[in-house]
């Protein structure tokens, strides 16, 4: 866990990782928008921007962030656990 942790820590400023009052974990960064992307053109050239925007984009910060609740939820599986009802 904490090296998905450190890893994401690679890719984003301000890594935050806190559990609100009902015990549910919170991440987050505030550096930048993690899946925006840039792009070179714009309406001025629709086909091109049209090409460019439909063209798969690797988003490294989104793809480390899923890594690591993936993570989480794979070792704080409690699915055996009796709660009271």
Do not use: W
Request: glycine share 2%; aromatic share 10%.
């Amino acid at each position: 866990i904490l090296e998905k942790i450190l890893e994401l820590g690679k890719y984003t400023k301000y890594l935050s990782l806190r559990f609100n009052e009902a015990g549910h974990l919170c991440i987050s960064f505030s550096d930048f928008d993690p899946i925006s992307c840039r792009t070179q053109h714009d309406l001025r050239y629709p086909d091109r921007f049209a090409d460019e925007i439909t063209r798969p984009v690797r988003q490294e910060v989104l793809k480390h962030a899923i890594d690591l609740m993936h993570t989480l939820i794979k070792h704080s599986d409690n699915n055996f656990e009796q709660r009271n009802q």
